[in-house]
């Protein structure tokens, strides 16, 4: 049997626990790769997502933090360390996509925004880059947004907090060269079963269709392997960005 592309590797996926986070979670054991749910409330979901992961043959471990907060990330890569002594991989996919109308937006939901979609970032980048210099290797892969390349009115702080995801990843991909590759990924309407179809984007796009969580996990899969690629932000939107 062929050896997978990350087999051997540790992979840690921030905000896992549902949604895109966990189809990345899922796919990149499929890759070969050992994987860390992170969840900060969703507790019963990362758990399942570890026993698909486990049913796969594949090690998996749930570990809570909110990573908007230093101290939980801390605790968090102290405890991936502890568990599996390196990290390969790191996926800043955690984040909260809110709408408000700029009139009424509060102090709260702008600082929200802004700490879960943006800092949370940093702080667990900062933390990687010390783990992934050690061994002289490392992908980092930040999830932004089709909203941080187009303005959203109703949706300014998710939209700024994604632009500086966007800008957060060139700056990582030349601070952190050559031992580590960063890009992100910015994606446009994802949907699940059970969400409202989004007829208007259907209709707007070329290629006539949301996206599912496979198409960004797939997109997380071509990053964590790609050896000459560092400081791009890829976005799947089906041609949105182009309408």
């Known amino acids: 049997m062929a050896e997978k ?29 050992s994987v860390i749910v992170n969840y900060a409330t969703a507790k019963e979901e990362a758990k399942s997502v570890v026993r698909e992961i486990e049913s796969r043959g594949r090690q998996a471990a749930a570990i ?20 599996f002594s ?3 991989l790191l996926v800043n996919n955690a984040g909260v996509f809110v709408r408000s109308q700029f009139e009424e937006l509060t102090d709260e939901e702008w600082d929200r925004a802004m700490n879960v979609n943006l800092k ?23 999830i932004a947004s089709l909203g941080g390349l187009l303005p959203w009115p109703h949706y300014t702080q998710y939209c700024v907090s994604k632009a500086g995801s966007i800008m957060l990843t060139r700056c990582l991909a030349r601070a952190l060269a050559p031992e580590i590759l960063v890009n992100g ?10 969400d409202e179809p989004d007829e208007e984007y259907i209709r707007r ?39």
């Open 185 to 194: 990924i910015a994606p446009g309407t994802i949907q699940f079963p059970g």
């Open 86 to 88: 390196r990290l390969d």
């Open 5 to 33: 592309p990350l087999s051997g590797q540790v992979a840690l996926v921030t905000g896992a626990a549902r949604r895109i986070g966990r189809s990345i979670a899922l796919r990149l054991a499929e890759e070969g790769a």
């Open 205 to 243: 796009v070329p290629l006539h269709r949301t996206g599912a969580g496979d198409d960004i996990a797939g997109a997380v899969a071509y990053l964590a392997t790609a050896e000459f690629v560092t400081g791009q932000i890829l976005v799947v939107d089906g041609g949105r960005a182009l309408v």
């Open 64 to 83: 809570r933090a909110d990573v908007a907060r230093r101290d939980d990330v801390r605790d968090l890569f102290a405890a991936v360390e502890r568990e």
């Open 120 to 142: 949370s970032q940093f702080y667990c980048a900062q933390e990687a880059a010390v783990v992934m210099k050690r061994q002289g290797r490392g992908r980092i892969i930040n």
